[in-house]
């Protein structure tokens, strides 16, 4: 009986059950008795909310006045009931919140050594997701009460407030952190929390999203360790698969870590994987892969590479020249982007070549 009574939303709708029930009953028998139906609800209403502005029709038959009394007895406890139990309910909804929130923050107080997370968007999610399943510590920080609910029944730790109030990020132990991601999808933002996690925290490794191809450089030059685009990783990606599918299969081993956990390995030593296409008139076309990775000046290493009819080659030798539509599998330092696409891409003024 007890454990039924501690659910509060239990409760109230188990009173707006008993309530119709009463008032359904109620109706009935008036109607029973020779009232018409609207008279019946009417009085309903007046007698189960005891506003007491008289009855509708004489009680005066001893049938009309058992109902009364019982309607009486039955819907005022009921209401007494019903309206209790959506004040327990509404008060166990704020101090879940408060403690649930107090209870929250000493967590967080207790991690060392985690991630932040800003933005609990659709990239956020998907990072959350990977971190949780390597069983890593992190805080997520959003403004958004829907995402931060959505984190929340996740089994997140959470801070719901702006990411760029510093306030808020050393609510989230920035200080004792190792590693923080701005994952929102404003590029201002991204800077500006990277600047105020870079004043925090000199060590703190930061990854950082960009949208926009201009902002990778800002974001660097405001303490990011590395910055990641969306747009254009996606593009590559898609070019990947379309005009280089052997090469592709390959670079989606490595990254899935079925080929000896290389991609694993190379994050972990700061390191990155991808393809570059060797495009007519660029610097690269023409050259061999010593002659390339010396231009690199040790920006990337050369470890596979797939011609223009399809051909691949692991491993090749520094000797083997390199073509026009031929593509590189490089394994390339972070913030190294620039250098290759200069390499590898033709000038915009470059004249097409004749066939």
């Known amino acids: 009986m007890f454990q039924f009574l501690a659910s509060p939303l239990r409760n109230l709708f188990a009173g707006v059950a008993f309530m119709l029930l009463v008032g359904l009953a109620a109706t009935i028998a008036y109607v029973a008795e020779g009232w018409s139906l609207s008279?019946?609800?009417y009085m309903v209403v007046l007698t189960v909310y005891s506003v007491g502005y008289g009855e509708v029709e004489p009680v005066d038959t001893p049938a009309l006045r058992a109902i009364t009394v019982?309607?009486?007895v039955a819907g005022c406890t009921g209401m007494i009931f019903l309206t209790g139990s959506l004040f327990q309910l509404i008060t166990a909804s704020q101090f879940q919140q408060l403690f649930g929130s107090r209870r929250m923050q000493k967590d967080i107080d207790k991690l060392s050594n985690h991630v932040i997370v800003c933005g609990f968007g659709r990239i956020g999610q998907m990072l959350c997701h990977e971190l949780k399943a390597a069983k890593g510590e992190f805080v997520v920080i959003d403004h958004a009460e829907e995402r931060i609910a959505a984190a929340r029944n996740a089994g997140h730790h959470v801070i719901q407030g702006d990411a760029t109030d510093e306030e808020t990020m050393r609510q989230a132990g920035v200080t004792r952190a190792r590693a923080l991601a701005t994952v929102l999808p404003e590029d201002a933002a991204n800077v500006f929390i990277t600047l105020s996690a870079r004043s925090l925290n000199s060590d703190l490794t930061i990854i950082?999203?960009?949208?926009?191809?201009s902002t990778e450089s800002k974001l660097i030059q405001a303490g990011a360790n590395r910055v990641v685009l969306p747009a254009r990783i996606g593009a590559?990606?898609?070019?990947?698969?379309l005009l280089h599918r052997d090469m592709a299969?390959?670079?989606?081993?490595a990254r899935s870590g079925n080929l000896?956990?290389?991609a694993f390995d190379l994050q972990g030593l700061g390191l990155d994987i991808e393809v570059a296409t060797v495009e007519s008139g660029s610097r690269g076309a023409g050259l061999t892969i010593g002659q390339i990775e010396e231009l690199g000046a040790g920006a990337f290493l050369v470890v596979a590479l797939e011609r223009k009819n399809g051909a691949s080659v692991l491993q090749p030798d520094a000797e083997i020249q390199v073509g026009d539509g031929d593509a590189l599998a490089l394994v390339r330092r972070p913030g190294k982007s620039q250098k290759i696409e200069a390499l590898f891409t033709a000038p915009a003024d470059a004249?097409?070549?004749a066939e």
């Not at 950082?208 to 191809?213: I, N, T």
């Open 70 to 72: 019982a309607l009486i």
């Open 208 to 213: 950082a999203r960009g949208e926009l191809p």
């Open 39 to 41: 008279d019946a609800l």
């Open 236 to 241: 590559e990606r898609v070019a990947e698969l």
């Open 249 to 253: 299969r390959l670079i989606s081993r």
């Open 260 to 262: 000896d956990r290389l």
């Open 351 to 353: 004249a097409p070549q």
